[in-house]
C-alpha cells in the first residue's frame, strides 16, 4: 500500500512573534488523498505548536511521544525534544517511523528527525516535508530584503510560494501563533 505523506511546514520567529504554518495536503503517491489535513498542533494553551511532515500515523505516534516528554520533563520544550530525538533513534519501533517535526516556543524553534538530530535552524527559520527549501527560500528572502512584513506574513507568503512550485503543497493553509 501507498503511503499518505507530502507536506510543508515553516515556521519563523521574527520581531519577537513566532508563528508557524502548514499547508493542508496529503497525498497517496501521485494523486491528492485530501486536501485540507491539519498538520499542525497547539499544546500548552498556545505556548507551544508542532508541525509534522511524513506519514500521517507515524507522526501522530510522535506527537503522543511528545507530549509525553512535556510531561515528564515539566513542559521544558528543549529536553522534550532530545530526549524524544534519542528515543526516536534507538527504539526498535520509533525508529521505523517516517516523520519529521519541527517544535517552537518563545525561546526556540527546534526540528526534530528520526536519526537523532534536534536542530535549531540558522535565521529563525524552520521548514520541513516536499516544499520546505523552496518556503526556506521564500523565507530567507523576506526576512533580509522585507523585515518590515510580520512572521505571520512570512509565513503566510512562503509557503504560497511552495505551493506555486511544488506538486505536493497546496494553498490551504493553516497558520498558528505561539502565545505563550
Known amino acids: 500500500m501507498t503511503k499518505i ?3 510543508t511546514v515553516v515556521a519563523i520567529r521574527h520581531n519577537g512573534e513566532v508563528v508557524i504554518g ?11 488523498a485530501k486536501s485540507s489535513v491539519k498538520k499542525l498542533r497547539v499544546l500548552q494553551g498556545g505556548k507551544i505548536v508542532t508541525g509534522f511532515a511524513g506519514s500521517t500515523a507515524d507522526a501522530f505516534t510522535l506527537l503522543e ?3 509525553e516528554k512535556l510531561g515528564a520533563f515539566g513542559n ?10 534519542k528515543e526516536w533513534r534507538t527504539d526498535r519501533m520509533l525508529s ?13 524553534i527546534l526540528i526534530i528527525s528520526g536519526t537523532g538530530d534536534v536542530i535549531e535552524p540558522d535565521m529563525e527559520i524552520a521548514t520541513i516535508g516536499s516544499g520546505s527549501m523552496y518556503a526556506q527560500s521564500a ?3 523576506m526576512k533580509q530584503f522585507a523585515p518590515q512584513m510580520s512572521a505571520e506574513e512570512m509565513v503566510r507568503e512562503s509557503l504560497n510560494i511552495a505551493a506555486d512550485i511544488c506538486i505536493y503543497t497546496n494553498h490551504n493553509l493553516v497558520i ?3 502565545t505563550g
Not at 521544558?76 to 530525538?85: F, Q
Not at 521505523?96 to 526556540?108: F, G, H, S
Open 65 to 67: 511521544k511528545f507530549e
Open 96 to 108: 521505523k517511523l517516517e516523520a519529521m517535526m519541527i517544535v517552537a516556543d518563545k525561546e526556540d
Open 176 to 178: 498558528e501563533r505561539v
Open 76 to 85: 521544558n520544550m528543549k529536553r522534550s525534544a532530545v530526549e524524544l530525538a
Open 22 to 32: 502548514a499547508d493542508g495536503q496529503a497525498t497517496m503517491g501521485n494523486t491528492v
Open 5 to 7: 505523506k507530502s507536506t
Open 139 to 141: 523565507a530567507r528572502a
